[in-house]
């Protein structure tokens, strides 16, 4: 059987090369027959080899929708091209360990997602990495759609909106996902002088916010504070250029 991964790409901010490198990636990093589902309003630069389709229809307000918010059209009844448990992989990290063991991981549970690194206990999932069952939990769509006003006022981020409404949530094994800057890189000073390991036991590594792969890879944490700089700072990351590709 073929596994599903799905990935989305819209807007300027990551470019054809994120979605070729997460394939490259998942190439790399999977035994089975695997294929790139990419949702995308830009198909120029795309591998030919990611199966890509537009992005699936979901009513956005104005200000949402260059945001997260609009990864909740995955949550809609149907898909195009896909059917079943799917993996969705952003397209801001670093795959670095075998990818099978995600659909192996509860497969009877529809939802199974990173506890957020920044909000451990509250019940809270990140969905940088996350598996769910295609049409199994549609009230988070259409609640959404019913409502979008009321949900973007009362919930800061759309995976805030997905934990407090979904049915059931499974973690991940906390070693499989890790953040690179909230886990695994030198809190301050230390930053300064220590390079970011990479555990052995690590499968992803995500990239929240700033710096992206890129930067970290080769120590650049953009900001336009004078400020932040005296503490947002990475040394090169000799590890995300081995992996990244």
Not at 133 to 138: E, I, P, Q
Request: proline share 10%; glycine share 4%; charged share 20%.
């Amino acid at each position: 059987m073929t596994q599903t991964i799905v990935c989305m790409k819209w807007g300027t901010r990551y470019p054809a090369e994120f979605a070729n490198r997460l394939w490259s990636m998942i190439k790399r990093n999977t035994r089975r027959p695997t294929r790139l589902v990419c949702y995308t309003d830009d198909l120029t630069g795309l591998d030919p080899d990611i199966e890509a389709y537009p992005l699936p229809p979901i009513t956005l307000p104005k200000s949402a929708e260059l945001k997260p918010w609009r990864k909740l059209s995955l949550w809609a009844p149907t898909l195009p091209g896909v059917s079943g448990d799917v993996l969705f992989l952003d397209l801001d990290i670093v795959v670095t360990g075998n990818l099978d063991d995600f659909f192996d991981f509860e497969p009877d549970k529809t939802f199974c997602v990173i506890e957020n690194w920044t909000q451990m206990g509250k019940g809270i999932g990140n969905t940088s990495v996350y598996r769910f069952r295609v049409g199994a939990d549609t009230y988070i769509y259409d609640r959404f759609q019913a409502n979008a006003g009321e949900v973007l006022a009362n919930y800061p981020l759309s995976q805030v909106y997905i934990s407090r409404t979904i049915n059931q949530m499974t973690y991940w094994p906390a070693p499989w996902c890790v953040s690179f800057k909230h886990t695994l890189m030198p809190r301050w000073p230390l930053n300064f002088f220590q390079t970011t390991p990479l555990p052995p036991t690590t499968k992803v590594v995500a990239f929240t916010g700033k710096p992206d792969p890129d930067d970290a890879r080769d120590g650049r944490w953009p900001t336009p504070s004078l400020w932040k700089k005296t503490y947002k700072f990475v040394k090169p990351t000799p590890w995300i250029d081995e992996h990244w590709r």
